[in-house]
């Protein structure tokens, strides 16, 4: 059961991440409508847009991995009992 609480954790934070990044799409329009303008065409438009989209859902992707792998390690140190050099001699 707890892990399922930590899947739904990491969905949540990989939604929110990903639909919380918008700097590159707005980065590949604004990069894009003055070639499409210029070429007189949407195909700018869709490569810049879409390229921009595919980078922010990966940024946020990355980020939120980078966040659960960082809670998982602490959780991990928290849970092993410290060694103590005294009992093994």
């Known amino acids: 059961m707890a892990e399922k609480g930590e899947m739904k954790q990491l969905e949540d934070c990989t939604v929110a991440n ?4 918008w700097v590159f799409s707005i980065a590949g329009a ?3 409508i003055p070639i499409g303008i210029k070429r007189k065409s949407l195909g700018p438009l869709v490569f810049f847009g879409t390229t921009g989209t595919m980078v922010d859902i990966i940024v946020g992707i990355t980020a939120c991995e980078r966040e659960h792998a960082e809670r998982q390690k602490m959780m991990m140190s928290h849970s092993e009992p410290p ?5 093994e001699s």
């Open 18 to 21: 990903a639909l919380g990044t």
């Open 30 to 32: 604004l990069i894009a």
């Open 83 to 87: 060694l103590d050099s005294d009992s």
